[in-house]
């Protein structure tokens, strides 16, 4: 079993920048597969970024890409989104995923295996 948490949600305002962190546990972290997602009320809960470990690349959904960056520590067990430029619709519950192998699509939620429970991040204009 996996347990996986997420930190770092709160209040921005448009414009600025938020770092979210997510811990999980197991090994070797650095074969897991890591994604971001959110969630807004009676929405689907969207893709938004992923880590590859097996090619050590990133990907992520059009409405973030230049703005938003996710990262991995293997080292520490923690990976993190970090947010800049924030807007509005960015306003949603964050949650980290986790999949310990290789996800046929990593923008796919059905492919992760284990989730944080969410935090919560509020864009102010």
């Known amino acids: 079993q996996v347990e996986v948490e997420e930190s770092g949600g709160g209040l921005v305002q448009a414009g600025g920048s938020l770092r979210l962190s997510c811990t999980a546990s197991?090994?070797?972290?650095?074969?897991?597969?890591l994604a971001w997602f959110r969630q807004t009320p009676g929405r689907e809960r969207e893709f938004v970024a992923a880590d590859n470990w097996i090619r050590g690349t990133q990907y992520y959904a059009d409405s973030v890409k230049g703005r938003f960056t996710i990262s991995r520590d293997n080292a520490k067990n923690m990976f993190y989104l970090y947010m800049n430029t924030t807007n509005p619709d960015g306003t949603a519950v964050y949650y980290c995923?986790?999949?310990?192998?290789?996800?046929?699509?990593?923008?796919?939620?059905?492919?992760?295996?284990?989730w944080g429970q969410g935090t919560q991040v509020t864009v102010s204009a």
């Open positions: 995923a986790v999949k310990a192998g290789i996800p046929a699509a990593l923008y796919l939620k059905r492919e992760y295996d284990y």
């Open positions: 197991g090994r070797p972290f650095s074969r897991y597969a």
